[in-house]
């Protein structure tokens, strides 16, 4: 029997995921298991092809200029906008570039729900029963339907938790009754790339393990989407502000949460809130709020060595620092660094033919190779925290360096999920900073 042709191969993927209780005796909190968009166990694949790298380089541009023109928006200045972004014409119309998956039950009985997860966003939605095909894009699974929950509450319009939307520039104001009095909370939310969703924003139980209930979480049912590219249930917020999961759930698991990403698409990797006990294992650096919008987390690199030389590189040129940002999928540098990274990463990997490229890309062509020797890329941080990237998955991406230049120096560049794969990395709500662990998953 021949092969089948790649498509079908690609829906091979389909295969169930169910959510597991992950048992991390170090740890009070809950934690589920993470997957890979693409994988052979994420429940609701997308049934195109995974991202070859002029889409995941095209996504994650986009997904960086959206969160730099959200951080700047209201403050009258567009002066640091201007990182590089080039847009080929090949590519179809590509939103957001979340690429890790969840599954989570919601309402009561619950339901699964796969939903990308994302550090660059707070509000967390699914896509809502009854809702047509004009207004929700398809998806693997049935719609949430909120009238089958025993647990499920439109938020009130008046309330507290309605009012804090506004300041995060996620309201859509207050739907009427039939009778005219005003009564649910509308939210909506714009991403880049022209993703959009709106509805009502809702309180229902969340399941995060079985036995691990989170009452009354707030989330989006959401009932008009438009420019998704997705088959996924919805979105997981993991930001920094009110609405996110781990801010809603602090009096439950302290704010902490910690992920990791799995190397290969068939891995599996855990998203996991609350800290652990025992934080030896991890090597913190200070991490901030960029630019106080409230969502984003920005910590500064210092230094970067390939091959285990360090390179030389002005200090000065990271001041702008890096967006932690696990839905992007490539890291974004300004210009020097990205440049002697790129020069010594090619010297490294001379051995191999680069594939000719209009852009600036580094990608080789190993057909023929049986044994890929990938050098080792080490990233320091403040405080003097050097974490080794995965090799070579987390310094490739298709057979590509997966770095590109976010703009000059000193302006701000992007940690994206590529480099995270395999470490832990805990975001320390209580004011430890971002810690790493290698070798986590
Ligand atoms: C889908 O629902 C919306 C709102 O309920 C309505 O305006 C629209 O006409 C419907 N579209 C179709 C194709 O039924
Ligand atoms: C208006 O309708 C809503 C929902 O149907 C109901 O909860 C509310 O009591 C009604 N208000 C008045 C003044 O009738
Ligand atoms: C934390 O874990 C490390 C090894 O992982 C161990 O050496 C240390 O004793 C532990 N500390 C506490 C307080 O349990
Ligand atoms: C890669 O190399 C193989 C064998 O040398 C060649 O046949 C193929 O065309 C190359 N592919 C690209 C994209 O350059």
Same mark, same amino acid.
């Given at each position: 029997? +021949?092969?089948? $042709?790649?498509?079908?191969?690609?829906?091979?993927?389909?295969t169930?995921?169910?959510?597991?209780?992950m048992?991390?005796?170090?740890?009070?909190?809950?934690?589920?298991?993470?997957?890979?968009?693409?994988?052979?166990?994420?429940?609701?694949? +997308?049934?195109?092809?995974p991202?070859?790298?002029?889409e995941?380089?095209?996504?994650?541009?986009v997904?960086?200029?959206? #969160?730099?023109?959200r951080?700047?928006?209201?403050?009258?200045?567009?002066? #640091?906008?201007e990182?590089k972004?080039? #847009?080929?014409?090949?590519?179809?119309?590509?939103?957001?570039?979340?690429?890790?998956?969840?599954?989570?039950?919601?309402?009561?009985?619950a339901?699964?729900q796969v939903?990308?997860?994302?550090?660059?966003?707070?509000?967390?939605?699914?896509?809502?029963?009854? =809702?047509?095909?004009?207004? =929700?894009? $398809?998806?693997?699974?049935?719609?949430?339907?909120?009238?089958?929950s +025993?647990?499920?509450?439109?938020?009130?319009?008046?309330?507290?938790?309605?009012?804090? %939307?506004?300041?995060n520039?996620?309201?859509?104001? !207050?739907?009427?009754?039939?009778n005219?009095?005003?009564?649910?909370?509308?939210?909506?939310?714009?991403?880049?790339g022209?993703?959009?969703?709106?509805?009502?924003?809702?309180?229902? *139980?969340l399941? %995060?393990?079985?036995?691990?209930?989170?009452?009354?979480?707030?989330?989006? !049912?959401?009932?008009?989407q438009?420019?998704?590219?997705?088959?996924?249930?919805?979105?997981l917020?993991l930001?920094g *502000?009110?609405?996110?999961?781990?801010?809603?759930?602090?009096?439950?698991?302290?704010?902490?949460?910690?992920?990791c990403?799995?190397?290969?698409?068939?891995?599996?990797?855990?998203?996991?809130l609350?800290?652990p006990?025992?934080?030896?294992?991890?090597?913190?650096?200070?991490?901030?709020?960029?630019?106080?919008?409230?969502? +984003?987390?920005?910590v500064?690199?210092t230094?970067?060595?390939v091959?285990?030389?360090?390179?030389r590189?002005?200090?000065?040129?990271?001041?702008?620092?890096?967006?932690?940002?696990c839905?992007?999928?490539?890291s974004?540098l300004?210009?020097?660094?990205?440049?002697?990274?790129?020069?010594?990463?090619?010297a490294?990997? *001379?051995?191999?033919?680069l594939?000719?490229?209009?852009d600036?890309?580094? !990608?080789?062509?190993?057909?023929?190779?049986?044994d890929?020797?990938?050098?080792?890329?080490?990233?320091?941080?403040?405080?003097?925290?050097?974490?080794?990237l995965?090799?070579?998955?987390?310094?490739?991406?298709?057979g590509?360096?997966?770095?590109?230049?976010?703009?000059?120096?000193?302006?701000?560049?992007?940690?994206?999920?590529?480099?995270?794969?395999?470490?832990?990395?805990?975001?320390?709500?209580?004011?430890?900073?971002?810690?790493?662990?290698?070798?986590?998953?």
């Amino acid at each position: 029997m +021949s092969a089948p $042709p790649p498509h079908q191969q690609e829906q091979s993927y389909d295969t169930l995921m169910f959510l597991l209780v992950m048992p991390r005796p170090d740890r009070a909190g809950a934690v589920v298991p993470l997957l890979h968009r693409h994988g052979p166990c994420a429940k609701s694949p +997308s049934t195109d092809k995974p991202s070859s790298f002029a889409e995941a380089l095209h996504r994650s541009r986009v997904r960086a200029d959206y #969160i730099m023109s959200r951080a700047l928006r209201g403050r009258g200045t567009t002066t #640091i906008m201007e990182g590089k972004v080039s #847009i080929p014409a090949h590519l179809g119309t590509s939103v957001d570039s979340q690429e890790y998956v969840v599954t989570l039950g919601l309402g009561t009985p619950a339901v699964e729900q796969v939903l990308l997860m994302d550090t660059g966003s707070d509000l967390s939605w699914v896509q809502c029963a009854p =809702c047509n095909s004009t207004d =929700c894009y $398809p998806q693997k699974d049935p719609l949430f339907d909120p009238r089958k929950s +025993s647990t499920y509450a439109p938020i009130p319009c008046g309330s507290d938790v309605c009012k804090s %939307l506004q300041s995060n520039h996620l309201g859509n104001g !207050c739907s009427m009754n039939d009778n005219g009095t005003q009564s649910q909370c509308g939210y909506r939310v714009q991403y880049g790339g022209g993703l959009k969703t709106r509805g009502v924003y809702s309180n229902e *139980a969340l399941t %995060l393990a079985p036995g691990e209930v989170v009452k009354d979480f707030h989330f989006g !049912c959401a009932y008009k989407q438009r420019g998704a590219d997705d088959k996924t249930d919805g979105l997981l917020g993991l930001g920094g *502000a009110p609405q996110s999961l781990p801010v809603q759930t602090s009096a439950l698991y302290g704010g902490s949460f910690s992920y990791c990403l799995p190397p290969v698409s068939s891995g599996t990797g855990f998203l996991a809130l609350g800290a652990p006990s025992n934080t030896s294992g991890f090597s913190f650096t200070p991490m901030t709020d960029f630019m106080d919008d409230g969502t +984003s987390y920005l910590v500064k690199l210092t230094g970067i060595s390939v091959g285990g030389k360090q390179l030389r590189i002005p200090r000065k040129v990271f001041e702008g620092g890096l967006i932690v940002d696990c839905g992007n999928i490539i890291s974004h540098l300004p210009s020097t660094p990205y440049a002697k990274l790129r020069s010594a990463f090619r010297a490294a990997m *001379a051995a191999y033919p680069l594939i000719p490229s209009d852009d600036d890309d580094t !990608c080789y062509n190993f057909t023929g190779y049986s044994d890929v020797t990938v050098p080792k890329v080490a990233l320091t941080f403040t405080g003097g925290v050097t974490v080794d990237l995965d090799v070579p998955n987390g310094v490739l991406l298709d057979g590509c360096l997966a770095f590109t230049e976010s703009g000059s120096d000193g302006y701000v560049g992007f940690l994206g999920n590529v480099q995270m794969r395999t470490l832990e990395m805990l975001y320390d709500a209580r004011g430890g900073g971002l810690g790493f662990r290698a070798g986590a998953c």
